[in-house]
């Protein structure tokens, strides 16, 4: 096994919202599409690596997935730009619920609600 995950789905009520909002937020086009007729907004990925997109809420595993701030948290990477990321986030709709903060050896970490209500950690690998 390669990675723990190799594909995710964030759950919106507003589709074109939460496209935007991640386009601001990671300052990279969300290209929106279909995948079996389901609109996706496909969030930008190396080609080969672990990807994921925007779907609407009620068409997630067959219907019943809603956005929420209870349920498992996914780190999106940042790359070497958690701070510049995390700048952009109450601007584009969402807010800071834990700003970047160091982990060790690690790297940085850092949590925000976004348009949906979703919570989305973001993680800065070591420099």
Do not use: C, K
Request: hydrophobic letters at 45%.
């Amino acid at each position: 096994m390669r990675n723990a995950i190799n594909w995710f789905e964030i759950p919106a009520t507003n589709f074109d919202r939460a496209v935007a909002f991640y386009s601001a937020v990671l300052g990279a086009p969300v290209h929106a599409g279909e995948f079996q007729g389901v609109p996706h907004g496909f969030l930008p990925a190396d080609e080969g690596g672990v990807a994921g997109a925007i779907i609407a809420g009620a068409v997630v595993a067959g219907g019943d997935a809603n956005p929420g701030h209870a349920g498992p948290v996914l780190y999106l990477n940042a790359g070497d730009q958690i701070e510049a990321i995390v700048a952009r986030v109450e601007a584009a709709g969402g807010q800071v619920l834990a700003p970047p903060t160091p982990i060790g050896p690690q790297g940085m970490v850092a949590i925000f609600r976004d348009t949906e209500g979703n919570r989305v950690g973001l993680h800065q690998p070591p420099m």
